[in-house]
């Protein structure tokens, strides 16, 4: 990791505990959870340079369900359809996992395609949602982002050092974002 990103996860980092704090002491404490989560894997990425996927596809796969539990219950959505959505967007996760981490080029390429596929029924319910409609399309548009940097770094578009940066400057802007979005 170079000192770029050390300095960009630091900043992060940062943050998120901000972030955190103040949910804590807001009318919404338990959007604290979510900024929390991030801030400890950021942190995790600092010291433990070696499995910095691995901090950051468990982040994912704990605050994205949250934040989509947290857009899904603003819009009185069924708790059947929440789980579904929120099964979804985990399993989405777990596919990106295993396919950054998969060497052989087919592989690789399968496991983003099933990931991809299971996005898109996130994105239809996210562009269909009829309460807090900007703050599921930000959610959406970052979503979207994630998987474009996924694939360009899977096809060696773009090296790691900029990956983690625009992964991490993401992470800050998308939970910081979307809890100030949701926080009425």
């Known amino acids: 990791m170079s000192t770029t990103e050390t300095v960009i996860e630091i900043i992060v980092f940062i943050a998120m505990i901000v972030t955190s704090i103040f949910y804590i002491i807001s009318s919404k404490p338990w959007f604290s959870i979510i900024p929390a989560i991030t801030a400890v894997a950021h942190l995790n ?25 947290a857009l899904l219950s603003q819009n009185n959505i069924t708790k059947e359809y929440i789980h579904i959505v929120l099964f979804l967007s985990i399993t989405m ?3 990106n996992f295993f396919g950054i981490n998969e060497t052989d080029k087919i592989k690789k390429l399968i496991w983003f395609s099933v990931g991809t596929l299971i996005f898109l029924p996130i994105a239809y319910v996210l562009y269909n949602l009829p309460i807090e409609r900007a703050a599921a399309w930000f959610l959406l548009g970052a979503l979207c982002v994630y998987q474009i ?23 800050a802007i998308t939970k910081v974002g979307l809890l100030k979005m949701l926080h009425i």
């Open 149 to 171: 940097v996924w694939l360009l770094r899977a096809n060696r578009t773009i090296r790691e050092e900029p990956t983690n940066i625009i992964y991490s400057i993401t992470d």
């Open 45 to 69: 990425m600092i010291y433990d340079k070696e499995k910095i996927e691995l901090y950051r596809y468990a982040d994912w796969a704990i605050t994205t369900p949250l934040m989509l539990l």
């Open 93 to 95: 996760i777990a596919c």
